[in-house]
């Protein structure tokens, strides 16, 4: 594969993960090659231990692949020291958690600003501009535990996007939310793939599986079909 | 939002833990303080005691020389006393600027339950005594019946110049001719009188208590001495001996009081090592989840570090500052298990000290965010995405 810089954000060659464990190893990813273009919608699906969450972890830079080649948008990961890849991360990619990941002592609006403390970066008018886009503005004071799960889903989101990343992940966005409070975090995700956003999910939710232009089916480690 | 938020956020949210941290911290850096400033005001007022005498040798009786020394300089009576011969064979030495006899004389007075303290001095006294000034009447005796009375005995006695005063172990009645400024020294709590009256009244005809000697250049000292031993039935004590002998009295007092220090101050240091590793490893998600967004090690660690230096200095200040303003109390009450205790104790605090507070504060709370910072960056991001 020689994937084109300037149309792929993502291009992954035979990606593998091997876990050591005391007893076995665990083979959680096994020769995973596949290519994402700019401003694609792609949901990851597959069974329970399929090795969704490694991969997306691999591809966001937030560890390293036992074997295999991975760029992203054109520069390949590896090559990278762990300044590098705290750079891609910090300031090409955007992570959203199915558990949202937001940090309790600090509002909503200072979650979403955080990207921007560690990017040394001021706020001007991002964050309010973000909440507004979220549905959130009217909750731009409130703490963490005041909001509902979808809230809180939608505040992780609008944080990935504050250092304007070139691709969203998000592994099981609507994992916590039921149906309804699921349906506002697809609508947005949708909304900002139209705007452009490449994004990539891992998710059980068939609604969201749905949304995406392109399934990518894991199973034991590998791409099917 | 700036990291210096973030921490303080971190540090607030679980206020009864930090705080006890915090009271933990402040109390132990504030006995260290004030213990420090204590042991080391001790020294300096009794050194400063001694020096100001200008007496750098002592001619004692044959004994144990450090306990007559010691007795001497807080004007207590010794057993023995030196043959008047003495006097002459110290002021023949080519290395002695002056030497001045005491005779030490105790009058117990049973029924008031003290014991006034008569000296008979001459007129070299004054010239080893600086701080000599009268306030009151004459600066020397008019007869050999006059007294010259310290500040504190004339208040007591209530008498001024010109006033009787007898003394009943005597059998005597003698003049004020004057009353001495406070001096601070042992001095304000004596009776001077002439020595060859004190010799004659107090039965010890030609005797002395000790000579207290200045010399010409400190540097002879060691010659001065080497001769000074060769008079018979007499020792030479040098100041610098003497203050070895307060030192060995307050020797334990001292180890005692350093032993309170180091337990407060381990004791608060292990409260906040304990506190911060909790506070991190607690956070290790979060800590992956910083990661996740961007940050880099290193400003994970600085983040770390903010709130354990805000804790750890806001800790130390507040010791500091309890240090200073209830240091002199708590001196005071110290004070009355000390023995040969200074009048003036209080102490402030020295550059020094607290510098060394702040350093001691600040490097308790870089030790205590090290281990969990390695911690943290050793943990790859993907932790969070397990756990958060
Ligand atoms: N840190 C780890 N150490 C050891 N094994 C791991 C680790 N993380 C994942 N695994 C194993 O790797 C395999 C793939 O895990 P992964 O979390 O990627 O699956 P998944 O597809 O995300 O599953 P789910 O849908 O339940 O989230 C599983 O067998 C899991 O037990
Ligand atoms: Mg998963």
């Not at chain 1, 750079?87 to 609006?109: D, M, S």
């Not at chain 1, 809230?151 to 039921?178: F, K």
């Given at each position: 594969m020689n994937p084109s810089p300037d149309q792929a954000v993502v291009a992954a060659e035979a990606l593998t993960k091997v876990y050591r464990r005391a007893a076995e190893d665990v083979r959680a990813l096994d020769g995973v090659s596949l290519t994402v273009r700019r401003g694609e919608f792609v949901a990851i699906v597959g069974p329970s231990g399929a090795g969704k969450t490694t991969l997306l972890n691999l591809l966001g830079c937030m560890d390293a692949p036992s074997s295999g080649?991975?760029?992203?948008?054109?520069?390949?990961?590896?090559?990278?020291?762990?300044?590098?890849?705290?750079?891609?991360?910090?300031?090409?990619?955007?992570?959203?958690?199915?558990?949202?990941?937001?940090?309790?002592?600090?509002?909503?609006?200072?979650?979403?600003?955080?990207?921007?403390?560690?990017?040394?970066?001021?706020?001007?008018?991002?964050?309010?501009?973000?909440?507004?886009?979220?549905?959130?503005?009217?909750?731009?004071?409130h703490r963490p535990h005041e909001l509902s799960g979808g809230?809180?889903?939608?505040?992780?989101?609008?944080?990935?996007?504050?250092?304007?990343?070139?691709?969203?992940?998000?592994?099981?966005?609507?994992?916590?939310?039921?149906?309804?409070?699921?349906e506002a975090v697809i609508a947005?995700?949708?909304?900002?793939?139209?705007?452009?956003?490449?994004?990539?999910?891992?998710?059980?939710?068939?609604?969201?599986?749905?949304?995406?232009?392109r399934q990518l089916r894991l199973a034991d480690g590998r791409l099917a079909g | 939002m700036n990291l210096v938020v973030f921490a303080c956020r971190n540090l607030a949210r679980r206020p009864w833990r930090t705080a006890l941290a915090f009271v933990g911290l402040a109390a132990a850096i504030g006995t260290l303080a004030v213990l420090s400033a204590l042991t080391a005001g001790y020294e300096r007022e009794l050194r400063k005691e001694l020096d100001r005498s200008g007496v750098q040798l002592m001619l004692v009786p044959l004994g144990c020389?450090?306990?007559?020394?010691?007795?001497?300089?807080?004007?207590?009576?010794?057993?023995?006393?030196?043959?008047?011969e003495a006097l002459a064979q110290v002021r023949r030495d080519p290395a002695v600027a002056a030497a001045a006899p005491l005779l030490l004389c105790a009058q117990v007075r049973t029924n008031e339950d003290r014991a006034d303290l008569w000296v008979g001095i001459d007129e070299s006294a004054p010239a080893l005594k600086p701080w000599w000034r009268v306030q009151r009447g004459k600066a020397w005796f008019s007869s050999t019946n006059?007294?010259?009375?310290?500040?504190?005995?004339?208040?007591?006695?209530?008498?001024?110049?010109?006033?009787?005063?007898?003394?009943?172990?005597?059998?005597?009645?003698?003049?004020?001719?004057?009353?001495?400024?406070?001096?601070?020294?042992?001095?304000?709590?004596?009776?001077?009188?002439p020595l060859g009256r004190a010799q004659q009244l107090f039965g010890q005809p030609g005797r002395l208590t000790a000579i207290a000697i200045r010399l010409r250049d400190p540097a002879l000292l060691a010659e001065a001495a080497r001769r000074l031993q060769a008079i018979p039935g007499a020792q030479v004590v040098t100041?610098?001996?003497?203050?070895?002998?307060?030192?060995?009295?307050?020797?334990?007092?001292?180890?005692?009081?350093?032993?309170?220090?180091?337990?407060?101050?381990?004791?608060?240091?292990?409260?906040?090592?304990?506190?911060?590793?909790?506070?991190?490893?607690?956070?290790?998600?979060?800590?992956?989840?910083?990661?996740?967004?961007?940050?880099?090690?290193?400003?994970?660690?600085?983040?770390?570090?903010?709130?354990?230096?805000?804790?750890?200095?806001?800790?130390?200040?507040?010791?500091?500052?309890g240090a200073a303003f209830g240091g002199a109390w708590i001196q005071d009450a110290v004070r009355q298990w000390i023995p040969l205790a200074p009048e003036r104790l209080a102490t402030p605090l020295s550059l020094p000290l607290i510098g060394q507070s702040i350093l001691l504060g600040v490097g308790t709370g870089l030790v205590a965010v090290l281990y969990p910072a390695v911690c943290a960056l050793r943990m790859a991001p993907a932790e969070a995405t397990r756990t958060a």
């Open positions: 080649r991975l760029w992203l948008e054109g520069r390949e990961v590896q090559q990278l020291n762990e300044r590098g890849r705290t750079h891609l991360r910090r300031e090409r990619l955007g992570f959203v958690f199915q558990h949202f990941g937001l940090v309790p002592t600090l509002t909503v609006a200072e979650n979403v600003a955080l990207p921007l403390v560690f990017a040394r970066r001021t706020a001007d008018g991002r964050v309010s501009r973000l909440l507004e886009k979220v549905g959130l503005s009217s909750r731009r004071n809230e809180m889903q939608r505040v992780a989101i609008a944080r990935a996007l504050v250092n304007e990343p070139a691709l969203l992940l998000a592994d099981e966005p609507t994992g916590n939310l039921d149906s309804v409070t699921g947005l995700l949708r909304q900002l793939n139209a705007e452009g956003l490449t994004v990539v999910v891992v998710t059980h939710n068939p609604a969201l599986a749905g949304a995406a232009g | 020389p450090y306990d007559a020394a010691a007795r001497v300089l807080k004007g207590r009576v010794l057993d023995a006393s030196l043959p008047a006059g007294v010259i009375l310290g500040s504190e005995v004339a208040t007591l006695e209530m008498r001024a110049p010109g006033d009787r005063l007898y003394c009943p172990g005597a059998d005597a009645t003698f003049t004020v001719d004057g009353v001495l400024d406070r001096s601070g020294t042992s001095d304000d709590s004596l009776f001077f009188v100041t610098t001996e003497v203050m070895g002998v307060f030192q060995n009295l307050i020797g334990t007092v001292r180890a005692l009081l350093s032993a309170v220090a180091i337990v407060a101050v381990t004791v608060g240091c292990l409260t906040v090592l304990n506190t911060l590793l909790a506070a991190v490893l607690e956070r290790a998600a979060e800590l992956a989840l910083l990661r996740a967004l961007g940050a880099s090690r290193s400003q994970v660690v600085l983040a770390l570090a903010v709130e354990a230096l805000l804790l750890t200095s806001a800790a130390a200040l507040a010791g500091l500052l």
